[in-house]
């Protein structure tokens, strides 16, 4: 079956960039997303890629995709307290007309230091 | 962005007894509608999807008897732990996809922190 890995823990200093990493087995993934779970609150979509790309970048998060090896990554640059989070990473087959329930990872807790 | 609304946020309540936790879309209509349960340090797990006007689809191990999975209209779906036990103790959360346009995004709700004592 599908499995998503991310490590479950990153700890980076204030102003520096978190680089979150995530490995995926389903091939046919079709979407990689990452979602961000603050403390009491649901998950926020970040950004998403679809699987022909290998670059998508926005503001301060540079989102890499490797599909030969099935690895997403997620850069955040200049990190900031308020990015001090869980990040989840996730996966899909979009089926067109259909709607897939996404495959999640753990979560990354992203420590920030001052 | 679109909002899904879940609600309670926490309940507590004692083994045996039935909890309801519902799923609103906001301001958009959502003909599927996802549930997943969130162990402590584990990832979510999606336990169903649901379409509206019909049967939810159950993931293999999720009990269809125990949670039930009612999808009424585009607006509303509901999960019941029947019977709750301490086992059931979780997080759970909703997510919804609009009907409209070739949209991926799934909107997810706060979550429901179940205790079951």
């Known amino acids: 079956g599908e499995d998503v890995e991310q490590s479950l823990f990153l700890s980076v200093r204030e102003g520096d960039s978190s680089v979150i990493n995530c490995t995926y087995t389903d091939s046919s993934s079709t979407y990689l997303y990452w979602y961000k779970q603050e403390p009491g609150a649901g998950l926020q979509l970040l950004t998403y890629?679809?699987?022909?790309?290998d670059m998508k970048q926005d503001q301060r998060l540079t989102v890499l995709l490797n599909k030969k090896d099935k690895h997403l990554s997620l850069r955040i640059a200049d990190t900031q307290t308020g990015d001090s989070a869980i990040y989840f990473c996730?996966?899909?087959?979009?089926?067109?007309?259909?709607?897939?329930?996404?495959?999640f990872g753990k979560g990354t807790h992203l420590i920030i230091q001052p | 962005g679109a909002v899904v609304s879940q609600h309670p946020s926490r309940v507590i309540c004692k083994s045996g007894t039935s909890v309801k936790i519902e799923c609103r879309s906001l301001d958009f209509q959502a003909t599927t509608m996802f549930w997943y349960r969130q162990f402590p340090k584990q990832s979510l797990m999606l336990m169903a999807t649901?379409?509206?006007?019909?049967?939810?689809?159950?993931e293999q191990g999720v009990e269809k008897d125990k949670f039930l999975i009612n999808h009424a209209s585009l607006t509303l779906s509901t999960l019941t732990v029947t019977s709750a036990h301490p086992e059931d103790s979780s997080f759970y959360i909703c997510s919804a996809k609009s009907v409209w346009g070739s949209s991926t995004e799934a909107f997810f709700g706060q979550g429901t922190r179940l205790t079951v004592v």
């Open positions: 996730a996966e899909s087959m979009y089926s067109g007309g259909g709607a897939d329930g996404l495959t």
């Open positions: 890629i679809f699987s022909n790309m």
């Open positions: 649901s379409n509206e006007g019909s049967k939810a689809t159950y």
